[in-house]
């Protein structure tokens, strides 16, 4: 049985209240205090630096992590930083190269299930770690990863258009780390099976099959589709009861879940089928939730009434808005 969806209103306010979505919004004051407005390919705000590099792009993004995550779950933590960069990478149709570590430990034991989750997830995904920083004598576990990848057309939260269909691409193969909000597919994953889920990213980028993306991160779906749809300057309504869930979980829960596996993109409707069966056919959850709209104002909505989740004009969430412009006028 399929657990039961709460009201529009209720939900709404959920997830406007979620720790997610309030750390999401702390990015505005930083990217103003360091007065960053990009000089790559892309503007701030995406999952990745995209710096033009030949014919194609160098890509740079970094993660660091909750202390008290790191302290609670080490091994996990570990793996972490290399899963959830790589998806960046994903994210922005490109390939990772390789990955340095920032590690702050009391001692080298505490240090040591750290080190085995990254090196354990450098394996899996086939992405070396190459160096790094490191300080065993701090009064706690502390940890932050970087990477480097390298793509030719980019996916970017920038050429999200009106029109365009929001795709969720998901694998629901997997289990919550109780009772965080991490929802792990990947740890018992077989290598080979992980590496080719995110090649399916770099593809699509290369096949023109899809114009935005984006990696679905502690803010959510939802979360993660507002920053999208504000880097982009259009707005959305957005189909709750279409997104792809495991079977009996809670979806106020699992719309502000954080998966291994999760991507929302930006498709041309005449793309939205051969998208949606790239990820059926590696076993993937794959579902159109919504339709991209101009306008700064997002909507939700179960099949009844909508209801009204953000409107950037009066509420910025990010601060990385692109200006809004007619379709026509995108370059």
Not at 47 to 69: K, M, Q, R, S, Y
Not at 96 to 124: F, K, M, N, T
Request: aromatic share 6%; hydrophobic share 45%.
């Amino acid at each position: 049985m399929t657990a039961a969806i709460p009201s529009l209103a209720v939900l709404a306010d959920r997830l406007r209240a979620s720790p997610g979505f309030a750390h999401k919004a702390d990015i505005a004051a930083v990217v103003s205090a360091l007065g960053v407005g990009g000089g790559g390919a892309v503007p701030v705000g995406d999952d990745c630096a995209a710096i033009p590099d030949g014919e194609g792009h160098l890509l740079v993004a970094a993660e660091g992590f909750v202390n008290g995550f790191v302290a609670a779950e080490p091994w996990f933590a570990g793996w972490c930083g290399v899963m959830v960069n790589v998806s960046d990478i994903a994210a922005m149709g490109g390939r990772p190269l390789a990955v340095v570590d920032a590690l702050w430990s009391c001692g080298e034991e505490q240090a040591r299930p750290i080190l085995d989750g990254l090196r354990a997830a450098s394996a899996a995904y086939g992405v070396p770690i190459v160096g790094g920083h490191t300080n065993c004598r701090s009064d706690r576990p502390q940890l932050a990863v970087s990477i480097v990848g390298r793509a030719g057309p980019l996916l970017t939260s920038f050429d999200a258009r009106p029109g365009d269909r929001l795709m969720m691409a998901v694998d629901l193969r997997g289990r919550y780390h109780e009772p965080n909000p991490f929802y792990d597919a990947a740890t018992a994953a077989p290598p080979e099976r992980l590496r080719g889920d995110l090649a399916l990213l770099p593809g699509l980028a290369e096949d023109g099959l899809c114009r935005a993306a984006k990696d679905i991160s502690m803010a959510g779906a939802i979360g993660t589709a507002l920053m999208l749809l504000e880097c982009s300057g259009v707005g959305a309504i957005i189909d709750v009861a279409a997104v792809p869930r495991p079977e009996d979980v809670p979806l106020d829960r699992w719309l502000l879940s954080f998966p291994s596996f999760g991507f929302l993109l930006s498709v041309a409707p005449e793309h939205e089928t051969a998208v949606a069966a790239r990820f059926h056919a590696r076993g993937l959850a794959c579902a159109t939730i919504g339709e991209l709209r101009p306008g700064q104002e997002v909507t939700l909505t179960d099949g009844t009434e909508p209801v009204q989740l953000w409107d950037f004009a009066g509420r910025p969430l990010i601060g990385c808005g692109a200006p809004v412009l007619p379709a026509e006028e995108r370059p």
